[in-house]
Nanobody, 124 residues
């Protein structure tokens, strides 16, 4: 198993920045992708960003590309999401997730373990 714990959410004004962190423990040697998904009230959980744990390749949804940056610190088993130029529509609960098998990184169902989520609220 892999345990994931997110932190760093909060309230920020539009145009501001936040950095989310997700620490992993347990079978971290098996991680293939780490990703961030987000879910707004009344909407399905959607893909935001992913990173290949060994090679470091990164992937983004069109809605966050150019504003968000995903990165990792393998020594700390931690993945980060730097969010800049935040918009009210970025308001959501952000979830960290890990895939141990190399499934398509953008598919919610591909991920094996999830964190508890952290709230991000962007005011206009």
């Amino acid at each position: 198993q892999v345990q994931l714990v997110e932190s760093g959410g909060g309230l920020v004004q539009a145009g501001g920045s936040l950095r989310l962190s997700c620490g992993a423990s347990g079978r971290t040697f098996s991680i293939y992708y780490m990703a961030w998904f987000r879910q707004s009230p009344g909407k399905e959980r959607e893909f935001a960003a992913a990173i290949n744990w060994s090679g470091g390749s990164t992937y983004y949804s069109d809605s966050v590309k150019g504003r968000f940056t995903i990165s990792r610190d393998n020594a700390k088993n931690t993945v980060y999401l730097q969010m800049n130029s935040l918009k009210p529509e970025d308001t959501a609960v952000y979830y960290c997730a890990t895939d141990l098998h190399g499934n398509p990184y953008y598919k919610r169902d591909a991920y094996d373990y999830w964190g508890q989520g952290t709230q991000v609220t962007v005011s206009s």
